[in-house]
């Protein structure tokens, strides 16, 4: 079960953790991928990027507590820093910064790159909450910023 968000000024798959695997199977294109909260431990985070990257998913973005260790794990299971593979990392350690979730989503919200494809926001509740606030904070900022 996955629902659609407009966030930052587009559509924005947003799925639980339990749900992604499913939702990144039944869309054959992928572009982003917001991890919040991912822990080494979490069940089938390795399996699921590899899932994604292999639909073209061209960013991955972790953020939450000790997300440097995390993603350079992910990285090496899934092969992610050999020669020609093409997909861009991101970790945002909101333990260690209070912009993280905002530094996190900007970065998913903006990049341009890769194959076309949906971006896909993988949390629960209280890191939704988190993208929720940034995205408030950023449109501030930018409406700000053009006045």
């Not at 000024?9 to 695997?21: E, F, M, N, S, T």
């Not at 199977?25 to 390795?46: I, K």
């Not at 530094?103 to 494809?117: E, I, M, N, Q, Y």
């Not at 950023?138 to 006045?147: E, F, H, K, M, P």
Request: glycine share 8%; aromatic share 4%.
């Amino acid at each position: 079960m996955s629902r659609q968000l407009a966030l930052g000024g587009q559509p924005v798959l947003v799925a639980r953790w339990a749900d992604a695997p499913a939702v990144v199977t039944q869309h054959p294109h992928l572009n982003r991928l917001l991890l919040v909260d991912a822990r080494l431990d979490t069940p089938g985070l390795v399996p699921l990027v590899q899932a994604a990257t292999a639909r073209g998913c061209a960013l991955l973005v972790l953020l939450g507590p000790d997300t440097e260790r995390v993603l350079h794990a992910v990285e090496e299971a899934c092969g992610l820093t050999s020669p020609g593979q093409r997909v861009a990392t991101s970790w945002h350690d909101s333990a260690k910064d209070a912009e993280a979730a905002l530094d996190a989503f900007s970065l998913f919200s903006t990049w341009v790159g890769g194959p076309g494809g949906i971006p896909l926001l993988v949390t629960e509740d209280e890191g939704l909450d988190a993208i929720l606030e940034a995205a408030r904070t950023l449109r501030a900022r930018t409406t700000n910023l053009l006045q």
